[in-house]
């Protein structure tokens, strides 16, 4: 992946039409069984090619939901394997849809760093200045 929601989703939505490769799934369908919307990894593309930034953290109304989470990449392979964290889908042959399945494209541009549950995609707005 890319991005991942945290408990902090207030299932409002917004990000669902939004994502351009239909990645996101709502909390009644969340494979992990969490009251919370959920984005396939296996699925997200991190918006690259589409848009410059993720849609779905640019429409997020409750900041740090969503985070980056590593690239859906064969060196991260075992990561996204954590079946507490993900539900990876099936293939029709019965192999699971791990990153060394089929990778994903992803931000290259985002250093590794930066990158892991809890990094925020969505900066922080920073505080209003009063007027006058
Ligand atoms: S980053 Fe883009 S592709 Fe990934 S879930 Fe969000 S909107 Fe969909
Ligand atoms: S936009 Fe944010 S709060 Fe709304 S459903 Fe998506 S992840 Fe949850």
New binding site residues.
């Given amino acids: 992946m890319?991005?991942i929601i945290n408990d902090t989703c207030i299932t409002c939505d917004a990000?669902l039409q939004?994502?351009?490769?239909n990645?996101?799934v709502d909390d009644s369908n969340n494979p992990t069984g969490k009251k919370q919307y959920y984005?396939q990894p296996e699925k997200?593309?991190?918006?690259v090619g589409i848009?410059d930034d993720?849609?779905?953290?640019a429409i997020c109304p409750s900041i740090g939901c969503i985070t980056w989470d590593m690239p859906f990449s064969v060196e991260f392979d075992e990561h996204f394997r954590n079946e507490t964290i993900y539900k990876l889908g099936v293939s029709k042959d019965g192999k699971i849809k791990s990153p060394a399945y089929k990778e994903k494209l992803y931000r290259h541009d985002i250093p590794l760093a930066e990158r892991g549950i809890g990094k925020l995609v969505q900066e922080e707005p920073e505080s209003l200045e009063e007027a006058g």
């Fill in positions: 890319s991005v990000c939004q994502c351009p490769v990645a996101i984005v997200c593309v991190e918006c848009y993720p849609q779905c953290a």
